[in-house]
C-alpha cells in the first residue's frame, strides 16, 4: 500500500458512526500494509491524544480523523503524520480567523471573494490540525497559528502534492482533492521533503 517517502491517506463519506467508520478503516489498512492478521493488531492512544497500533503494526505512523458524514486515516513508514477532514458548514469565516488563526491567515482570508471564505476556513483549519496532530500537539502549543503556504490572492485549490512549511522545520502540508463534495481534507508529514501522498477513496 505504501513505502519509503510515501504516505497513504485513505478517506470516504460514511452514513453514521463516523468514529468507528475511521478506527475500522486504520486497521484494515494497517493489515493489509503489515500483511499480518488484523485481529493481531491492536489501536491504543498516547497521553496527547495520537494513535498508536500495536503486534506487528506498531512502526507505523498514523492518524485518524472524522467528521460528520465524513472519516479519514494516514499511514506511513516514513515519518509522523496528520490527517484532518471536515465538513463545510457555513460559518462566520472572517470573525473566527480574526479571533483564532494568525493575521497573516486573516488578512489572506479577507482579500478573497466572501463565497470562497468558508471554504478557505477550512482549508487553513484543515491543515493546521493535519499538522498539530503529526507533532503530538494537536491545536495547542501555536498550532492556531502555524503559517502555511498560502496562495497569494487566489482562492485556494486542493493539491494532491505536500508543500513545505515555511517555518523551515521540515514539516510538509496539502489539502486533498476529494471531489466537488462539502468536505475538506488535509494530510501533513514531519519530514515531507520528497514524500508523494497515496489517496485513496473507500467505501
Same mark, same amino acid.
Given at each position: 500500500?505504501?513505502?519509503? #517517502? ?5 478517506? #470516504?463519506?460514511?452514513? @453514521?458512526? &463516523? ?20 485481529? !493481531?493488531?491492536?489501536?491504543?492512544? &498516547? ?5 498508536? %497500533?500495536? *503486534?506487528?503494526?506498531?512502526? %507505523?505512523?498514523?492518524?485518524? +480523523?472524522? +467528521?460528520? =458524514? ?5 499511514? @506511513? ?15 462566520? /469565516? ?7 488563526? @494568525? ?20 482549508? %487553513? ?10 507533532? *503530538?500537539?494537536g491545536l495547542a502549543?501555536g498550532g492556531l ?8 490572492? !487566489? +482562492?485556494?485549490?486542493?493539491?494532491? /502534492? ?5 517555518? #523551515?522545520? =521540515? ?9 466537488? #463534495? ?13 514524500? !508523494? ?7
Amino acid at each position: 500500500m505504501t513505502g519509503p #517517502g510515501a504516505v497513504t491517506v485513505l478517506w #470516504g463519506p460514511v452514513p @453514521s458512526g &463516523e468514529r468507528r467508520a475511521a478506527h475500522v478503516t486504520l486497521l484494515r489498512a494497517a493489515a493489509e500494509l503489515t500483511g499480518a492478521p488484523r485481529h !493481531r493488531i491492536g489501536l491504543t492512544y &498516547e497521553a496527547g491524544g495520537r494513535p498508536r %497500533l500495536t *503486534g506487528p503494526a506498531a512502526g %507505523l505512523h498514523v492518524s485518524v +480523523s472524522h +467528521s460528520p =458524514g465524513a472519516r479519514a486515516v494516514a499511514l @506511513s513508514t516514513h515519518a509522523p503524520v496528520g490527517v484532518d477532514v471536515e465538513t463545510v458548514r457555513p460559518l462566520p /469565516a472572517l470573525r473566527m480567523a480574526r479571533r483564532w488563526l @494568525s493575521p497573516a491567515d486573516a488578512d489572506w482570508l479577507g482579500r478573497l471573494p466572501r463565497p470562497d471564505r468558508d471554504r478557505a476556513f477550512y482549508w %487553513l483549519w484543515t491543515q493546521k490540525e493535519a499538522v498539530g496532530k503529526a507533532r *503530538g500537539h494537536g491545536l495547542a502549543a501555536g498550532g492556531l497559528t502555524q503559517p502555511l503556504p498560502v496562495p497569494g490572492h !487566489r +482562492s485556494p485549490h486542493p493539491r494532491p /502534492a505536500l508543500v513545505p512549511l515555511p517555518d #523551515g522545520t =521540515g514539516a510538509a502540508c496539502a489539502v486533498l482533492p476529494t471531489g466537488p #463534495g462539502a468536505h475538506v481534507l488535509a494530510v501533513a508529514c514531519l519530514d515531507g521533503a520528497g514524500v !508523494r501522498v497515496d489517496l485513496r477513496r473507500t467505501s
